[in-house]
């Protein structure tokens, strides 16, 4: 059965690469290859990466990238099998394989895709150009996906705010260790972890003394491994650095909740409710006195229902 799926997946691919013939293009080191229907991202993908080449090369000390590398744009049915195969998330918008030294994108943006292409392809490309740079000095993958997150979009937005404050008022913030297994999140989690990544690495950077230091710090890590380079740049270890990025988390962005629409309707839904128990009790205790003011009118002196007793007890006391 599997084999047959296969053979159909391979028949599948055969037949769409038969119909439409792969083009490629060179541009810096760079192969990029492309069906004819999705020219127009292999164009829009050359740009960006003529922009992003020359940006990307500040956050390093001088290298050469020796080896080529590869970018290939897969169309949609092609993307969703390959992304199938290597055990992608819905939620994947691209991906960089190290070992083929390759970026694969889908050709037409995925409809689930946590980003757009323009914001996944920058993404990827960091992670190429860090991958390039360290070749196989391991880094937390946090920090991987931070910096990748700091080249395609740089600092956190509003949303990037609330969704914090939201996971620190809830108490399901991800520890960094759990970002190492991304791939396996939900989308919403998932964004998470992209968002706190990229607020550690924004943490890191600021400890650093700015995007000025990186090269250095890189060419640290580089030569002597991440932990020293945590400990020489910044005079931590890994989980004091944890332990400092998590404070200085809550005490920036927990305040955040007040911009958050969800926690105002919230609020509003409380005061409400309590105005509205408020308005009821007044209403009732303005009715009970209405009654009473009534009763007073209509009984004004004694009550007509006087009982045997009563007229013992008024007659007078005997001598
Ligand atoms: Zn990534």
Do not use: C
Not at 29 to 40: L, N
Not at 177 to 205: C, H, T
């Amino acid at each position: 059965m599997k084999f047959i799926s296969i053979l159909a997946l391979f028949l599948i691919t055969v037949q769409l690469a038969w119909a439409q013939p792969k083009r490629t293009f060179r541009v810096a080191q760079f192969d990029i290859q492309y069906s004819i229907s999705d020219e127009g991202v292999a164009l829009q993908v050359s740009e960006l990466l003529k922009q992003e080449h020359q940006r990307l090369q500040r956050f390093f000390p001088p290298f050469t990238m020796r080896q080529r590398y590869g970018i290939e744009i897969l169309p949609a049915p092609e993307w969703t099998a390959f992304r199938r195969r290597m055990g992608l998330p819905a939620w994947s918008g691209g991906v960089y394989v190290a070992r083929e030294r390759k970026i694969f994108l889908p050709g037409q943006n995925v409809t689930q895709s946590l980003f757009t292409l323009e914001h996944t392809f920058r993404h990827e490309l960091a992670h190429l150009f860090l991958q390039a740079y360290l070749q196989t000095v391991p880094v937390p993958r946090w920090y991987h996906e931070g910096f990748a997150e700091y080249v395609s979009q740089g600092n956190l937005t509003m949303e990037d705010g609330r969704r914090l404050a939201n996971a620190i008022w809830g108490k399901n913030l991800l520890l960094l260790a759990d970002i190492d297994s991304l791939n396996e999140l939900p989308a919403s989690r998932a964004r998470l972890a992209y968002v706190e990544s990229l607020s550690a690495f924004l943490f890191l950077l600021k400890q650093l003394g700015g995007a000025a230091n990186l090269p250095a710090f890189h060419e640290t890590v580089k030569q002597q491994g991440w932990d020293q380079a945590l400990t020489r740049h910044l005079q931590m270890d890994a989980i004091d650095f944890e332990i400092k990025w998590y404070h200085w988390l809550e005490a920036e962005y927990r305040w955040f909740i007040f911009t958050n629409l969800d926690f105002w309707l919230w609020v509003l839904a409380v005061l409400g409710s309590i105005g509205i128990y408020y308005q009821i009790r007044r209403r009732n205790k303005k009715r009970l006195a209405e009654w009473e003011a009534q009763e007073r009118y209509q009984f004004p002196v004694t009550p007509p229902w006087r009982t045997e007793e009563d007229e013992w007890d008024d007659r007078p006391p005997k001598k």
